[in-house]
């Protein structure tokens, strides 16, 4: 598995390529009959629990290096029986590779899969050690049983993860009161950066004159604020 290729813009085989699939039960059907234009639709009630992909569609065209085998998966089993959804890399001379094998635990859910090509699983005409297909299935209670079980899957694209918000920007403003906090100035303000940054220190200039002078200190953002020490300069007049 990948640290989310999706949101590195490469390639997607299962999506960019649907003709390139097929219906393990109809192998005459491309692009698979559970393919809307959006999704795939897997359902082992009606024995459309399985598409492959067309062993000449696995060469590097779609499996090279870079590109991805990407998905979102929304599925429920019958009566919370359980279930299985798997990829895997068959065919050829070495043991099948299975690179997604999610449970289906309980009675419906969702999980993202993705699995970056290296350009190494598949062989040429030329050179034909590597595996010849790839197998994406939904199964019942009993891994490979595959019909009778009432699982289904609809795979669609995965969302991108949303970017970070950007750095909370941390605002100080002071007001002065010069009659025991009866009518105030306006507000000063002044930018403490992104949150993270301890080394800046806000400083307020010409707060006028006055005796006993009443300062309201107020912070932005969603946590408290401790004032630890502060100063001020006077000039008698």
């Given at each position: 598995?990948?640290?989310?290729?999706?949101?590195?813009?490469?390639?997607?085989?299962?999506?960019?390529?649907?003709?390139?699939?097929?219906?393990a039960s109809d192998v005459f059907t491309t692009p698979p009959s559970v393919w809307d234009g959006t999704s795939y639709s897997l359902d082992t009630s009606t024995f459309k629990f399985e598409i492959d992909s067309n062993p000449p569609s696995n060469y590097p065209t779609y499996t090279g290096a870079g590109s991805v085998l990407a998905g979102h998966v929304e599925w429920t089993t019958e009566n919370g029986n359980g279930g299985e959804f798997t990829v895997t890399l068959a065919g050829g001379p070495q043991s099948d590779l299975v690179i997604v094998d999610q449970i289906l635990a309980g009675k419906s859910g969702s999980f993202d899969f993705d699995y970056a090509f290296d350009g190494t699983e598949f062989g040429t005409i030329d050179n034909p050690n590597g595996y010849s297909v790839i197998k994406i299935a939904v199964t019942g209670t009993v891994a490979g049983e595959g019909t009778g079980t009432g699982a289904t899957a609809v795979i669609t694209r995965a969302a991108p993860i949303p970017p970070p918000p950007p750095p909370t920007r941390n605002i100080i403003e002071v007001r002065t009161s010069k009659d025991g906090a009866h009518n105030w100035s306006y507000w000063r303000q002044h930018d403490m950066g992104a949150q993270g940054n301890f080394r800046d220190r806000p400083i307020f200039r010409k707060l006028g004159f006055g005796r006993r002078l009443v300062l309201h200190i107020r912070a932005s953002g969603d946590r408290g604020r401790d004032i630890v020490a502060c100063s001020v300069d006077t000039e008698p007049f």
């Open positions: 598995m990948s640290s989310n290729p999706v949101d590195q813009g490469l390639p997607n085989f299962l999506f960019d390529a649907p003709n390139a699939w097929y219906d």
